[in-house]
């Protein structure tokens, strides 16, 4: 992260505490303060203001995360231009592949999937919308990576580091910084079981005028339906094509950056 200032701990806590209740599922106030290695006085005052302020609610038993924050999220959807752009082309290319197509932007230094488009032979993921993840572990993430400036390409790498999430991820720079150089002169990147044991990914950089990442459209396929001829060629093809109508939807339909702002 970059330099922290003027952070208010008290609004840490109760962020701390939102995160921890959508991770555990719901949970007390012991469970909560001893997975947050605070007092039970102080987390049982943080939910009792979250819940008169209806962002979480309680069962009699466990506190969860309410539905307000629906609200939120629809609000934030529908004022990403990049989604109105890329919504029938990420369908499309869904049906075209029958697997799972992921439509990706970076914040704050993390992959954020934004959309997704399941095909007739879609397996099931752990991926769903709002979900983040660390850019170098996945293809949609390498694809953007690939197409960052160096500037903020060392900054993401610097604060987030290359945390493995199988035995494939790549976790040394310079193996990366070789991938990525690949990324740029093919225009597509692999995710070869690097996020998922047994699931492979491809995917394509969405780029504005000055060839920096939007974005990035993916598929995900089980390892078995993804041998050389189909992952090598076949869905390559199918993702450069995809983004190159997206790009061309934000060029000529919509005329708005895709997000005010970057924070690493």
Avoid: C
């Avoid at 990147?189 to 491809?202: I, T």
């Avoid at 993804?226 to 061309?248: G, W």
């Amino acid at each position: 992260m970059g330099e922290q200032k003027n952070i208010v701990q008290a609004s840490t806590t109760t962020l701390q505490i939102v995160v921890a209740l959508k991770h555990l599922e719901g949970a007390g106030v012991t469970k909560l303060a001893a997975h947050l290695g605070l007092p039970k006085s102080t987390v049982h005052n943080h939910l009792q203001t979250l819940l008169q302020s209806e962002f979480i609610v309680f069962d009699g038993e466990k506190y969860r995360v309410g539905l307000r924050f629906l609200d939120f999220g629809e609000f934030v959807r529908e004022r990403i231009p990049l989604l109105e752009a890329a919504a029938d082309e990420l369908d499309k290319l869904a049906e075209e592949t029958r697997e799972l197509a992921h439509l990706m932007i970076e914040e704050h230094g993390r992959g954020v999937y934004v959309s997704q488009a399941k095909g007739t032979d879609a397996v099931n993921t752990s991926i769903h919308v709002g979900k983040r993840v660390h850019l170098h572990q996945t293809s949609a993430g390498k694809a953007i990576l690939a197409h960052t400036p160096d500037g903020e390409l060392d900054e993401i790498l610097n604060s987030h580091g290359l945390e493995s999430k199988t035995r494939e991820t790549i976790t040394d720079r310079d193996e990366l910084e070789e991938e990525l150089e690949a990324v740029r002169e093919h225009g597509y990147s692999y995710d070869d079981e690097e996020w998922h044991r047994g699931l492979r990914g491809v995917a394509a950089p969405i780029r504005d005028m000055d060839n920096n990442a939007i974005g990035a459209v993916s598929v995900a396929a089980p390892l078995g339906r993804t041998r050389e001829d189909r992952y090598r060629t076949d869905l390559p093809e199918a993702v450069l094509s995809t983004a190159n109508v997206i790009e061309l939807n934000m060029e000529y339909e919509v005329r708005s950056p895709p997000f005010p702002g970057k924070n690493y």
